[in-house]
């Protein structure tokens, strides 16, 4: 049996599907009411199925004539996607959250799992005893981490 989860992030995508458009506009309340959960839960689908890193833009606004507008990244051309990689990292960038962009770029197949490693290898803050391989402040790793990952995730775009 499907998560509730996975069953509503599918129909989203099948809403694409169905659609010409890149865009998609929903109610929280009425798909909250169609899956029988509660609204808190569309809100977990869309953080955890529909970031940026997954190629999705989300607007929303509350209230009783609220809504979500799930609009579905192209791009036309290797430098767009760079420059879009280079905005996901930013100027610095933790350990955890690379590994956890790099997952999601896995995930959405912009990747290959044998990448990933590569990169987390060579972003990887301390060696197999411990020791920090960057003799830097953290706040310098993290710059220094980003700059990197940029680097890489662009060469990789461009094949």
């Given at each position: 049996m499907?998560?509730?989860?996975?069953?509503?992030?599918?129909?989203?995508?099948?809403?694409?599907?169905?659609?010409d458009?890149?865009?998609?506009?929903?109610?929280?309340?009425?798909?909250a009411?169609?899956?029988?959960?509660?609204?808190?839960?569309?809100?977990?689908?869309?953080?955890?199925?529909?970031?940026?890193?997954?190629?999705?833009?989300?607007?929303?606004?509350?209230?009783?004539?609220?809504?979500?507008?799930?609009?579905?990244?192209?791009?036309?051309?290797?430098?767009?996607?760079?420059?879009?990689?280079?905005?996901?990292?930013?100027?610095?960038?933790?350990?955890?959250?690379?590994?956890?962009?790099?997952a999601?770029?896995?995930?959405?197949?912009?990747?290959?799992?044998?990448?990933?490693?590569?990169?987390?290898?060579?972003?990887?803050?301390?060696?197999?005893?411990?020791?920090?391989?960057?003799d830097?402040?953290?706040?310098?790793?993290?710059?220094?981490?980003?700059?990197?990952?940029?680097?890489?995730?662009?060469?990789?775009?461009?094949?």
């Amino acid at each position: 049996m499907n998560s509730l989860t996975k069953v509503i992030g599918d129909y989203i995508v099948t809403l694409f599907d169905d659609s010409d458009s890149s865009e998609v506009v929903l109610s929280r309340k009425d798909l909250a009411k169609k899956f029988g959960c509660v609204p808190s839960q569309i809100n977990y689908v869309l953080r955890s199925r529909f970031s940026p890193e997954q190629g999705f833009l989300i607007q929303s606004q509350r209230g009783g004539h609220g809504f979500i507008r799930i609009m579905q990244l192209r791009f036309s051309d290797c430098d767009e996607y760079a420059e879009h990689l280079e905005d996901l990292v930013g100027n610095a960038i933790s350990e955890q959250d690379a590994r956890r962009l790099l997952a999601r770029l896995q995930d959405r197949d912009a990747i290959a799992p044998r990448e990933r490693l590569l990169v987390e290898v060579a972003i990887r803050n301390l060696d197999e005893n411990g020791r920090s391989l960057f003799d830097l402040p953290p706040y310098k790793r993290d710059t220094l981490r980003a700059d990197l990952l940029k680097k890489i995730l662009v060469s990789l775009a461009m094949f």
